[in-house]
């Protein structure tokens, strides 16, 4: 029932579907539940931490499923260039050997990936939110004190 997998492939997405604006990993589909009744399943459109074993690099990303990428078995996963960059995993060629860990990824990590993202639309939302939900808990705390 846990959702993880370990990848021995790496592929490459093509250029449209790469760049920080898309933060997306395309894994074989066979893996991913769309009709979201399968709980060892991966749903689609999810977020995941993908962890190289060697280095214990770790990125963010959104599942999806294969896309007919030609070769693509059940051990492998197709990521952008970036992520391959932040994951030191080094090469532009498809179908090279790796070791990588995919699994959800908590609410800790997703923040903590968008409050420091290397896209600033993303970054300044992100912490405006949070300072939003501080201030706003702050607030509902002083309204509380003349009740006691």
């Known amino acids: 029932m846990c959702k993880k997998i370990h990848v021995k492939k790496l592929f490459l997405l093509p ?3 790469s760049g ?17 009744r399968r709980l ?8 995941v931490c993908i962890t190289n074993t060697v280095n ?3 990125i963010i990303r959104q599942i999806n499923g294969g896309g007919g990428i030609k070769g693509f078995t059940r051990d492998a996963i197709a ?6 960059d932040a994951l030191m995993i080094k090469g532009v060629k498809d ?18 990936y968008y409050y420091n993202h290397q896209d ?11 300072i939003g939900t501080v201030l706003g808990i702050i607030g509902l ?3 509380l004190i003349p009740l006691f």
Request: hydrophobic share 35%; net charge negative.
């Open 141 to 143: 705390l002083i309204s």
């Open 95 to 112: 179908n090279i050997d790796c070791d990588l860990t995919v699994r959800l990824a908590s609410w800790f990590e997703i923040y903590r």
């Open 40 to 47: 060892d399943r991966f749903y689609r459109n999810e977020t």
């Open 56 to 58: 214990n690099l770790s």
């Open 120 to 130: 600033m639309g993303y970054q300044v939302s992100m912490r405006l939110g949070i």
């Open 15 to 17: 250029q449209n579907e």
């Open 20 to 36: 920080s604006h898309h933060n997306l990993v395309r894994i074989h589909s066979s893996w991913v539940d769309a009709t979201r």
């Open 79 to 84: 990521i952008d260039y970036d992520g391959r």
